[in-house]
């Protein structure tokens, strides 16, 4: 059986962190789109956070701007969620 993958935006806000952490229990492989902002604000995902140098990482973080497409693309593309 393949990997679940979902790829979630905003996921540094309130919905987003109660979605990763239901997928992630699911056994899902978790993508996350955060803003680049003056504030790096994750305290609702740091319990989910791992190092990503470690192998099998099931929770990723992702700078992305809605605005930007190609970046978004590319995220889609990579990771094929």
Do not use: C, W
């Not at 996921?11 to 899902?28: C, H, I, N, R």
């Not at 492989?29 to 955060?34: A, D, L, Q, R």
Request: neutral net charge; glycine residues 8%.
């Amino acid at each position: 059986m393949t990997q679940r993958v979902a790829l979630i935006t905003g996921v540094t806000g309130q919905d987003g962190a109660y979605l990763a952490e239901y997928l992630l229990s699911l056994g899902y492989v978790v993508h996350g789109i955060k803003r680049r902002s003056s504030s790096f604000n994750t305290a609702r995902v740091d319990h989910l956070y791992e190092d990503p140098h470690v192998g099998n990482v099931p929770f990723l973080m992702h700078y992305g701007d809605m605005t930007d497409s190609s970046n978004l693309i590319r995220l889609v593309q990579q990771i094929r969620p």
